[in-house]
């Protein structure tokens, strides 16, 4: 199994920083989840999945990734 980060709107895939290709062959294996979350947290990218890729097609596995970002809503300020 290869783990693979592949852009959601294109279909592309990460082979290094800014090259993204169509062919999952040429992609980089992260080896673990952990390892292509940390990728996309420190080099800021978003908009991406993680494809979890086997030799038999069919059984490959997309997983959706969400923003790590979470948004800050500050309680209201009580009334004067």
Same mark, same amino acid.
């Given at each position: 199994?290869?783990?693979l980060l592949q852009q959601k709107n294109t279909g592309l895939y #990460?082979?290094?920083s800014g090259v993204w290709l169509h062919d999952a062959a040429e992609a980089?294996?992260?080896l673990s989840s952990t390892k292509a979350i940390a990728y996309c947290a420190a080099h800021k990218i978003s908009g991406v =999945? #993680?494809?979890l890729k086997f030799d038999e097609h069919h059984y490959d596995i997309v997983m959706p990734m969400?923003?790590?970002r979470r948004e800050h809503?500050? =309680?209201s300020a009580s009334a004067r």
């Open positions: 199994m290869r783990i #990460l082979k290094n980089t294996d992260f =999945q #993680l494809v969400g923003s790590s809503h500050p =309680q």
